[in-house]
């Protein structure tokens, strides 16, 4: 029989057949699949589903061409703790394919090939409050499988209490790096997908690919996650944004007020320093403000690297229009901030504005001349317009042979002589080196340094003597659908932003609103900064103490 609309069909026990939905319901009248059956029979036990079928699309639990289903409560457990094969990715816990008005709701899925799928024209999909771990490839997978329709708007998470846990995909070990797999993995032609408020995380050794994939995908916006501890053999960025050619680019991007840290860089990374956040190829409309960046390989880089083919640097498409602002970076092996690309073709790079961010120990074990606070690497000899403006930079490369705050290859050594770039208006400390000659070289004056404190007290030299800046310019109308409104004015509020919870919970001040004139750094300086409310550590509270570091 099959449930009629508003119907909850109660699952329990342990059930070894996998299930593929029978019928959905209509717009307020939901069917319901609760595995939670002692809440309506304290006799019977919660459901847990054990294996996978092809009759189920491959998966333990299908939902194919149907509407308005909720499905909550339900674990997956297949005890499945086996490495990596060839054959994984048609393999899924939970599948949705082909349909529209899904809620997945406190789901526990554990030891399966992938946790929860969705496919080709599925869209209005919500998982919330659900745990994915021990997964052997990627946690969530959004693609187009096997139509011309792709899936669009989809939520994971979405609100601080319907945050969801991925943790310790990717089971692979130091002898398989054939395969790829991630926390949340979005395929090409994905749009309107919004990632926020959960928590991605490793703590497995070997295990933890990369916590976030967007691989040729429109309208993302990827915000209030926390991020740490991907340690996998050939581990990738934390955030990767990769753009394919002409047909398939990676545009209208939003990161936003994210906690990444401890993401390994190591003998196991899979190019070099491993970074916080990375694009690749062919990227456009990118806007990364707000995140809080300490302990990883490298901050935040921006390329159009050789990985496709046609390679990306020489398909005529030219990634750009990238907005970096307010955020905090510090304690990176690499560089904090960085541009480049292995030039060979007729791409460029245009369009990239560093505006407010704040840096501190970066380019830590770096000892090319590449690696500094903030660096570009691109070789042609075209105006990039590359603007650099009210950036602190403090004790990079320290532990270099040389100590570079900012970098530049020689073909682009035309800070002096071009406005395309700025760095008039960024503060280095004043025992560093830098290989220019027209940046301001003082201290900032931090109240603390300790666990990335990096508040600036009161007689700093970067309080209200920042640039007003006007920005980001032509903002496409669906990035402002998405994320709202987009400005460089958006600071943090040191007194109210606290990065020990998980998710975090930040607020963000208008630069305008506070002192005479804009600040330097991420930062707005606000006359309670030493407020007890403050907690800035990643895992308690700090005492701030009320001197400035000298």
């Known amino acids: 029989m099959f449930p009629r609309h508003g119907d909850t069909v109660v699952l329990c026990g342990r059930i070894s057949t996998a299930l593929k939905v029978p019928d959905g319901g209509t717009s307020g009248h939901i069917v319901t699949y609760d595995g939670n059956a002692a809440s309506y029979d304290q006799r019977a036990t919660n459901a847990t589903i054990t294996n996978f079928s092809r009759v189920a699309g491959y998966s333990s639990f299908y939902i194919y061409s149907k509407e308005y289903v909720t499905v909550k409560n339900v674990k997956i457990d297949w005890n499945y703790t086996s ?68 899936p669009h708007d989809i939520t994971i998470g979405g609100k601080y209490e319907d945050g969801n846990t991925v943790k310790n995909c990717t089971y692979k070990t130091r002898w398989d790096n054939n395969r790829v797999g991630y926390d949340i993995r979005l395929g090409p032609d994905v749009e309107n997908i919004t990632i926020s408020y959960n928590h991605l995380y490793s703590d497995t050794e070997y295990h933890g690919m990369s916590a976030i994939l967007v691989h040729s995908c429109q309208n993302i916006l990827i915000e209030y996650n926390t991020i740490h501890d991907h340690q996998s053999f050939n581990h990738r960025p934390a955030i990767s944004v990769k753009g394919e050619e002409r047909s398939a680019l990676a545009y209208n991007i939003v990161i936003r007020y994210n906690k990444i840290y401890n993401e390994k860089s190591d003998s196991n990374s899979y190019v070099g320093t491993t970074k916080a956040i990375l694009f690749s190829g062919n990227w456009k409309h990118a806007y990364v403000y707000g995140n809080y960046i300490s302990s990883c390989g490298g901050g935040i880089n921006a390329n159009f690297a050789y990985w496709i083919n046609p390679p990306t640097h020489s398909d005529g498409v030219n990634p750009g229009n990238m907005h970096i602002w307010s955020n905090v970076i510090y304690n990176t092996s690499g560089t904090g901030i960085s541009i480049g690309g292995a030039w060979q073709g ?11 961010n704040t840096l501190y120990r970066v380019a830590l074990s770096t000892q090319s001349k590449t690696g500094a606070g903030i660096s570009n690497s691109l070789t042609d000899t075209q105006d990039y317009n590359i603007n650099i403006k009210n950036n602190i930079i403090m004790d990079a490369r320290i532990e270099a042979n040389d100590q570079f ?19 008039s208006n960024t503060t280095y400390n004043e025992k560093l080196k830098s290989k220019y000659s027209n940046e301001e070289i003082e201290n900032p004056l931090f109240l603390s340094t300790n666990k990335g404190a990096l508040l600036l007290s009161e007689n700093s030299p970067c309080k209200d003597s920042g640039l007003s800046i006007v920005g980001p310019t032509n903002v496409p109308a669906d990035v402002v659908s998405l994320a709202g409104e987009i400005n460089y004015e958006d600071a943090l509020d040191p007194v109210k932003t606290d990065w020990t919870t998980i998710p975090p919970r930040v607020y963000k001040l208008k630069q305008s609103d506070y002192g005479a004139g804009w600040e330097k750094g991420a930062y707005v300086y606000v006359t309670n900064s030493s407020d007890t409310r403050l907690r800035m550590s990643l895992s308690k509270p700090l005492n701030i103490s009320v001197s400035p570091v000298n």
């Not at 073909?411 to 395309?420: C, V």
């Open 405 to 423: 705050t900012l970098y530049s290859e020689p073909s682009l050594d035309r800070f002096t002589e071009n406005n395309t770039y700025f760095i």
């Open 83 to 150: 490495e990596m094969g060839s054959s994984m990715d048609n393999v899924w816990g939970l599948r949705i394919q082909n349909s529209n008005n899904i809620i997945i709701d406190s789901a526990d899925i554990s030891e399966t090939h992938n946790g929860i799928a969705i496919h080709d024209n599925s869209y209005n999909i919500r998982i919330v409050k659900s745990i994915i771990n021990k997964i052997a490839e990627s946690g969530i997978y959004i693609s187009r499988y096997s139509s011309s329709n792709h």
């Open 346 to 356: 007729t791409d460029l790079i245009s369009d990239v504005f560093i505006v407010n």
